[in-house]
Nanobody, 117 residues
């Protein structure tokens, strides 16, 4: 079992920055991929960024060049640095830890990010 707790969300003006953190505890050794997803009102949850055990990163086209995903060496903390924020980035952001074939798939409780125009 893995427990995930996000922090760092809040209200920011367009063009501003926020850094999200996700603290993980438990059986982290089972985890191969860590990621951030977001869900805006009335929309499906979507992948924002992911990082693999081998530090391969993947970003949604809408955030490339603005967001950066990173983690500490122990995989116990995942980060998402968000720069040049836009109103369309407003959503609840969720941390996700999973094994390669989704045998294990864990979610945090989410943190609200609101970008005002």
């Amino acid at each position: 079992q893995v427990r995930l707790v996000e922090s760092g969300g809040g209200l920011v003006q367009a063009g501003g920055s926020l850094r999200l953190s996700c603290a993980a505890s438990g059986s982290i050794f089972t985890i191969d991929v860590m990621g951030w997803y977001r869900q805006a009102p009335g929309k499906q949850r979507e992948l924002v960024a992911a990082i693999s055990r081998g530090d391969i990163t993947n970003y949604a086209d809408s955030v490339k060049g603005r967001f950066t995903i990173s983690r500490d060496n122990t995989k116990s903390t995942l980060y998402l640095q968000m720069n040049s924020l836009k109103p369309e980035d407003t959503a609840v952001y969720y941390c996700n830890y999973r094994s390669r074939y989704f045998d294990y798939n864990y979610w945090g409780q989410g943190t609200q990010v609101t970008v005002s125009s």
